[in-house]
């Protein structure tokens, strides 16, 4: 009798957990940064910021369990593979970049060969003359340390998320932070003040921005939960980007990261030093 109560017993508990397990409804989102094909084609061959963007977003939708994203290497595998996708993707991205245009026929394509419901497109550039121009961070920058150009420079984030079976755009935003220093300088004299400038943005996409985008599609899968913040390992800010904002002259340059990249490139020797400057800033 012990025995068939203990059978009944583990075959309800077995139910019990199939159900919770079916219970779990999860999403498939394609993330894809407008700069997707764009690998090392800057001047400092450094990540695109919209790609940075990109691949945290990706980490904190896979961290929920409940959204699912492939990663951009993968993203770029598959469409190494798939020369009419890739070609419709190229096309897609360069629209929407310039016009922020959809191509509804494209997103169709790259959702079902991804298997999933939805996609999310990520821009990020530089207006500059009220607009009519907009071009990269890493142009930008460039630009502005060779000519000497004291801006007020604002770097603009666009993310649209599209449901790709009702052909509609579930949500889209757009973020602005500026760039320049209280004196409307945005340089990069060296290359550890360049690599400080990326460590910049790494840790304004992981500690602020990225955890807002991931936040906001979460609640539009689901509305009804009681904490919005997506489920992840570790949701407190790491205080990076917090200390680099913490310098009142140079927020987001003069850090303890500079120091210590400059230490690093001290290292070499005099000639080298003067040598990778005229390679890297040659008139």
């Not at 077995?14 to 894809?32: E, G, H, M, P, R």
């Not at 993203?75 to 009419?84: H, I, L």
């Not at 607009?131 to 603009?156: C, G, K, Q």
């Not at 955890?211 to 913040?229: A, C, E």
Request: aromatic content about 12%; some cysteine.
């Amino acid at each position: 009798m012990k025995i068939f109560f203990k059978t009944i017993l583990s075959v309800f508990i077995v139910f019990l957990t199939l159900q919770s397990a079916k219970a779990i409804v999860t999403f498939n989102v394609v993330v894809l940064p407008v700069d997707l094909f764009k690998v090392c084609a800057n001047y400092y061959c450094y990540p695109e910021v919209s790609e940075i963007i990109s691949a945290d977003v990706i980490e904190n939708f896979n961290a929920t369990g409940r959204i699912n994203s492939p990663s951009l290497s993968y993203v770029r595998k598959v469409m190494a593979s798939n020369e009419n996708l890739r070609k419709q993707t190229y096309k897609l991205l360069g629209e929407y970049s310039k016009t922020k245009s959809l191509d509804f026929t494209a997103l169709k394509a790259i959702s079902k060969t991804f298997s999933a419901n939805s996609v999310l497109i990520i821009s990020n550039t530089v207006p500059v003359d009220k607009e009519v121009a907009r071009r990269n961070v890493w142009e930008m920058l460039v630009l502005s340390t060779n000519f000497d150009i004291s801006y007020p420079y604002t770097m603009e984030t666009n993310a649209v998320l599209v449901d790709t079976v009702n052909d509609l755009v579930m949500w889209n935003n757009t973020y602005t932070k500026k760039i320049s220093d209280n004196n409307d300088n945005f340089k990069a004299p060296n290359a550890s003040d360049a690599y400080a400038i990326l460590e910049y943005f790494k840790m304004y996409s992981k500690d602020i921005l990225s955890k807002n985008i991931s936040q906001n599609i979460y609640l539009r899968f689901f509305p009804r939960v009681i904490d919005p913040q997506p489920i992840v390992n570790d949701s407190k800010p790491e205080g990076a980007y917090f200390r680099f904002e913490s310098d009142a002259n140079i927020p987001a340059l003069q850090n303890q990261l500079i120091q210590h990249q400059r230490q690093k490139y001290a290292e070499t020797d005099e000639d080298s030093q003067e040598q990778y400057g005229d390679v890297m800033y040659s008139d």
